[in-house]
């Protein structure tokens, strides 16, 4: 690899070095992304973006004097600032901790204060000399990456990827809750120090790339655009991976092909895009998907709502054979024939109701009386449950009642009946059904 780098500042393209370290953006943001938005410390992340340009620029200012009494041969020694930023950064993290421990102040408000500061004091010191270069972390630049920085990235992203791998389920466990980590034996206070250090150098290896004020979006957006995809830790870290290898090589090539844009923008505009994509269609939490689910929910409880009736209808008669007739079915659901009409046609649809005597009577096949058993025993039982363990009123249950009906799975309603003791009726004194054992003839 190293052969091959050092022919690369020759022989590779500045496009081809831009997208390798594209690559590299990718592990190192990726990775350590996913953890930051696990522990819901995006403000975090943003923070040692802006506590490391102070580092940075006196990176530069010791690289230049380093390079001037001859202990280094270049004046942008990627060594040198790499070392100031990881100073800077896991001093901006400690002052963090420190205030943490010794004020009041919330985390927010610390990471506020530490991020403005630190930046100030980094655009203070960059006034002094305005060494050439430091614009490139400040705002970004892919195509000022030259084959001595990509070593750099490529080694920053090997460390971070080895040290994501060996320590994964520690960092896990801590990111979720540093208290059971403590009861696990893991060394929290390392692990937090050793996180902030590898996330510092992924910071700097972005800012090459993105630039000081958008570096935080390539650690937060690509991990939260995975995070709509999928609820698997792997999975999650890999897409995060994925989509900051694809923001980056897509914003890298389309800044290229067009002069006048920068390519940290780009990119972060990428990642964004990627972004709204999954937001829109992932296959859970997209909205696409919850639209559907909600409708589909709205259609299940309003069918509910209608078997429930029918099976009022048919218990206040007595469940007779030829069914209930349209006219109560209306009177009991206060409808007019053309609505009574449409929920008619949806549980016929639906395979849970037989229409006989032209239409004119209502039966409930097999089916739809288990649907409608069903949710009349968790309605009772429901009121049971509230006026026999919560000491409510009888006559105060119905609307609750009317609510978590629908909610009620199959193994909570066994539980319920079990600690009711297998009860007979409601507090009203209906009979609570039960779905396996319909009192009708319900075949066509």
Known sequence: MSGILAAGSTGLSGLTLALIASLA????SGLLGTFVVLRRESLFGDMLSHAVFPGVVAGFFLSGWLARE?????AKNPLVILFCALVAG???AVVVTVLGRT????QDARLGIVLSVFFAGGIALFGFGQPAGVQGFLYGQTAAIDATDLRLMLGAAAIVGVAVLLFRRPLLVVSFDEGYAHNLGYPVTWLTLMFSVLLTMSVVVAMQ???VVLVSAMLI?????????TDRFPRMMALSVLFTILASVGGTLLSGSVSDFAAGPVIALCATALFVAAYVFAPRYGLAARFWHDRGQRQRIQRENVLKDIYRVLEREGFPAEGATVGTFEAERRLDREGAERELKMLEDAGALIRRNGGE???????GWRQAARVVRNHRLWELYLTNEAAYQADHVHDDAEIVEHLLGEEAIQRLEAELGFPKTDPHGSPIPQPSAPPIHTTS
């Open 221 to 229: 957006t690509p991990a939260a655009t995975a995070h709509l995809m």
């Open 90 to 92: 896991v001093l901006g």
């Open 70 to 74: 001859g202990w280094v041969e270049n």
């Open 103 to 106: 004020t009041r102040l919330k």
């Open 209 to 211: 790339a993105v630039g």
């Open 361 to 367: 009577r209502l039966v409930l096949s097999e089916e």
């Open 25 to 28: 953006l990718g592990v190192a």
